[in-house]
């Protein structure tokens, strides 16, 4: 399926949901941070860097299991605000003090199941035994499908095990039940009374459409939803299906993106948005927590081909097409790893007294090819389409925003030296990617002078970017 996903290619010009000029356009997935550390993010550098927002890690009471495995975060077994990020206190401290930074909290939600297992405990101390979770769900609560012997999903092309099956043995819940829709949305309403923004629905293909609609149209207020959808563009389950209950994630395009990268063959990015999901509905990615757990050679992950993966990045932020979700996890060598805890199997801080991250986490999100074109999608949203688009039939493009900004990549191993029209007024520039550029005084060490009469030469490095921004 992904060799196929890689193949399909997504608009040039594109409508994204409105915003006005200089808002914020980017959020940041942080994969089982802790909520002291999310909210000192926020304050430090997520809320001065211009982000919309960072999703967190499930909140809710996860399964308990030795060695504290990263996918425990995604077994619930009570709605309890208690997991190894933190407890309900700790919680309502970050969200007050990320919405104090301009930052929104986005929820992962998982309610397609629950636990995986016969029986155990959950990190907050709930037993549990299969299909029996006392005071919130029964035997009856929960599909039984009847197939394969054991009530696992086999057959992915066959729309009733994904959605009445289990995934890898996940107890499925009945989401077309209004009992468990209530007590879903029960626990999604208490997180918005508290501040929360936004959800992601976990495993949103498994669970029907007219459900998750359910759930949403019980929701107090209008919070921001968006699904995680593992889809191609030709599945029996289909992208269009879910759009009527909010965002979905794009999984054709961390394939695509990849895959132009790693074949040194950028032209079809010009093409991207020309699948059937609009711009305003799409959550666009390079990784994130399963990808880059994947054996698949067909993506890129910080942990892999760095140099690709930065330049991909690049042209995610500044291309104009969906909503970007930033990836920031930590190092792992093995499927299972989950991140370092301590002895009460609670995730050990991230961030030392200075502010600096532990080695054991990536921190991509403060990279410079992040931090700074966050602010360049930012200054460009109000110019949402592409001009002066350039290639070289191969490993290099450019583009501009508008007159705003202008972007070249060269993927290519050898140096590029371009003479490019780019659409920008005279003056002096820095690239923002320039290991000089001081993004809070806007100047670097060597500006590139932009002159009269629309072309100008352009020297780029070998695996390297350029991009401008107009500033007042």
Known sequence: MFRALAMILLAITIGHRVQAAESRTVFVQLFEWPWEDVARECEDVLGPAGFAAVQISPPQEHLDWPGSPWWTRYQPISYKLISRSGDETQFKDMVRRCKAAGVDIYVDAVFNHMAGMAGGTGIGGTHFSQYQYPGLYADSDFHHCGRNGNDDIINFSDRFEVQNCE????????????????????????????????????????IPAFDIKA?????????????????????????????????????VYPFSLAQAFLNQNLNPLSRIGLGPIASSDAIVFLTNHDLERSPSSETLSPHSNEKLYHLAQVFMLTWPYGYPQVYSGYYFSSFDQGPPVDSLKHTIPILNAAGHCHPQWTCEHRNPEVLNLVRFRNKTNSAFSVSHYWSNGSNRIAFARGDLGFVVINSSIGAMTETLSHGLPPGRYCNLLDTSYDPVRNRCAAPIVIGRGGRTTFNVPALSALVLLRTP
């Open 215 to 251: 759930i949403v149209n019980r929701l107090s207020g209008s919070p921001y939803i968006f699904q995680e959808l593992v889809l191609g563009y030709n599945e029996n389950i289909q992208y269009s299906e879910y759009h009527a209950n909010g965002d979905v994630s794009d999984y």
């Open 167 to 206: 995934l890898v043995n996940l107890a499925d819940l009945k989401t077309e039940s209004t009992s468990v829709q209530k007590k879903i949305a029960g626990y999604m309403n208490s997180l918005l009374q508290m501040g929360v923004a936004g959800f992601r629905i976990d495993a949103a293909k498994h």
